[in-house]
C-alpha cells in the first residue's frame, strides 16, 4: 500500500495515512494535508488531491493554510473523485482566477489532529530528532520519513552532511523519545552506505 506522511504503529506493524508528505519544508505548527492539483470545469471548482486516509477527512481539518500561513482557504465539498476530491473555494468563482491555485499546497494546524496514542508517531513530529546509536553515540538527525511501498523507512544525515537510510521498525529503532528530541537506532540496521548528500541516494 502505498501511504505519504502517516501515522505509524507499531505495536499494530501497520500504517495509517493520515498526513501528507510535502517537499517543500514544514513549518513547525503547520502539516500538510493536500494539495490543489488542477481545475475542474469553468466555474472555479478545483480537484484537491488529499492525503487524509479518507479524501472528504480533509475538511475535518479547517481552517486551511498557503504554506506560509498569508492565505485562509474556505471550500465547499462537491464529491469526492478517484483523483481527490472535487470543490469550490470561496471567492474563486471563474476558472482562470482557480488555475492560479494549481499545486497550492493546504496546511493545517498541528493541534487540529489527535494526540498519538502510545507507540504511534507523526512523521511531522519524528523529523528533526537527534540520532543516537544503542551504544548512547549521537550520529546525526533524522532527515525525512519515507514509505517505498515494501515498508517505512528514515533518512538520517550526520553533521558533516552524509546520508543514511534505516528502516522504521522495533528492531531497528527500539526507543523513541519524541519530548526529549531524540530516537535510538540500531547500527546493524543501517540500509545504506554512507554518502554526502549532493550524491544520490
Same mark, same amino acid.
Given at each position: ?19 501528507? %508528505? ?11 494535508? &493536500? ?22 477527512? $480533509? $475538511? ?10 498569508? /492565505? ?6 462537491? /464529491?469526492?473523485?478517484? %483523483?481527490?476530491?472535487?470543490?469550490? $473555494?470561496? &471567492? ?35 523529523? &528533526?530528532?537527534?540520532? /543516537? ?9 533524522? %532527515? ?38 531524540? $530516537? ?18
Amino acid at each position: 500500500m502505498k501511504l505519504k506522511n502517516q501515522l505509524y504503529n507499531r505495536k499494530e506493524a501497520h500504517l495509517r495515512a493520515l498526513l501528507g %508528505k510535502s517537499d517543500m519544508p514544514l513549518k513547525n505548527s503547520l502539516i500538510c494535508v &493536500g494539495v490543489i492539483s488542477s481545475v475542474h470545469g469553468v466555474h472555479g471548482d478545483v480537484i484537491i488531491k488529499s492525503f487524509t486516509q479518507n479524501p472528504s477527512d $480533509l $475538511l475535518d481539518y479547517a481552517p486551511l493554510y498557503d504554506r506560509n500561513k498569508k /492565505r485562509v482557504f474556505s471550500f465547499k465539498l462537491k /464529491r469526492v473523485i478517484e %483523483k481527490g476530491i472535487v470543490a469550490h $473555494l470561496e &471567492g474563486v468563482n471563474d476558472r482562470d482566477a482557480a488555475a492560479l491555485l494549481r499545486q497550492t499546497e493546504l496546511y493545517a494546524e498541528r493541534e487540529a489532529f489527535d494526540d498519538e496514542k502510545e507507540d504511534e508517531f507523526y512523521f511531522v513530529d519524528l523529523e &528533526g530528532l537527534t540520532i /543516537r546509536t544503542i551504544e548512547g553515540e549521537d550520529i546525526g538527525t533524522v %532527515k525525512s520519513m519515507q514509505d517505498s511501498g515494501a515498508g517505512t523507512y528514515f533518512e538520517g544525515i550526520t553533521p558533516d552532511r552524509k546520508i543514511f537510510t534505516a528502516p522504521f521498525s522495533k528492531e531497528a529503532v527500539p526507543e523513541i523519545f519524541v519530548k526529549k528530541g531524540y $530516537l535510538v537506532v540500531n547500527p546493524d540496521f543501517i540500509l545504506t552506505a554512507w554518502k554526502n548528500e549532493k550524491e544520490d541516494v
